[in-house]
């Protein structure tokens, strides 16, 4: 499945749902599930979910935010000691280098450090690879299930009106 065949827009993700007859299936209803790397088409039209990309050049914050948010963000990150270090490791280290450990900048380290993960990707490698971790057995819904527990973290999402 290629990035660019999915829906962009709710008008397209309802067409495609009408295609596949997928109106009244949410993720929570499905009934046979796949792993997030052998996810189909009908699975992902059924996450209800749309993948708007937009250019790095293209991008601006308030179309995303409010002018309000965007100002309250900014002064609560100013004042954000962690924030700060942030800003200062990006520009002593914008690329990692070899034998430099990510610094402890508090609250973004973890984010540097996956920022630092990815820049260091094989670009002719990094669509192939398989993920390196897979979920914990014992909390999958199946396993939930015959268990006899409940699905905690079921969202439950409107389904679709014609």
């Given amino acids: 499945m290629a990035i660019d065949e999915l829906p962009e827009t709710a008008s397209r993700w309802e067409r495609e749902a009408k295609r596949y007859g997928l109106t009244d299936r949410n993720i ?17 039209l059924c996450l209800r979910v749309l993948w708007r990309s937009k250019k790095q050049s293209e991008f601006k914050p308030p179309d995303w935010l409010s002018n309000d948010a965007l100002d309250k963000a900014g002064e609560f990150l100013k004042t954000t000691v962690s924030w700060l270090k942030y800003l200062e490791a990006i520009h002593a280290n914008p690329e990692r280098m070899p034998g430099v450990r990510v610094a402890n900048i508090g609250a973004f380290s973890l984010v540097r450090y996956h920022q630092l993960q990815v820049l260091n990707l094989d670009e002719n490698n990094a669509h192939n690879e398989s993920p390196k971790f897979s979920p914990i057995a014992r909390r999958t819904r199946s396993k939930m299930a015959k268990r006899g527990l409940p699905d905690l973290f079921a969202t439950p999402s409107k389904l679709f009106r014609k």
């Fill in 28 to 44: 929570h209803n499905l009934p046979d599930y796949k792993s997030a790397s052998k996810i189909k088409y009908e699975q992902y």
